[in-house]
């Protein structure tokens, strides 16, 4: 069974610094693109950062651009992503996703194009 497992979440201040994981049980886990999106309450799951196949192609919102890093062992079947520079708007529980991909420079935004997910880690920054 596929499944996606994220750790790393936690409370941390305004201005400081997390790094969340997501382990994957893909036999081929270099054929998936990977994303994080996230949700904070009340509010729509938003897309936060997106990574190709092969880790050649990033993209990031614009509210966590110069930030976040996304990035991937494929050796490891892990994706992190590198918080840095956290705000208390950045307060969610950050889920990852995957997608077969054909290219290695295909990244995806869009919730709707993932197929598998994680539950998700809660993120908090308090001010």
């Known amino acids: 069974q596929v499944q996606l497992v994220e750790s790393g979440g936690g409370l941390v201040q305004a201005g400081g610094s997390l790094r969340v994981s997501c382990a994957a049980s893909l036999r081929t886990f270099g054929n998936y693109a990977m994303g994080w999106f996230r949700q904070a309450p009340g509010k729509e799951r938003e897309f936060v950062a997106a990574i190709s196949r092969s880790g050649e192609t990033t993209r990031y919102a614009d509210s966590v651009k110069g930030r976040f890093t996304i990035s991937r062992e494929n050796a490891k079947n892990t994706v992190w992503l590198q918080m840095n520079s956290l705000k208390p708007e950045d307060t969610a529980v950050y889920s990852c996703?995957?997608?077969?991909?054909?290219?290695?420079?295909?990244?995806?935004?869009?919730?709707?194009?993932?197929?598998?997910w994680g539950q998700g880690t809660q993120v908090t920054v308090s001010s």
């Open positions: 996703a995957a997608v077969r991909s054909a290219s290695n420079g295909v990244v995806f935004t869009i919730g709707s194009q993932y197929n598998i």
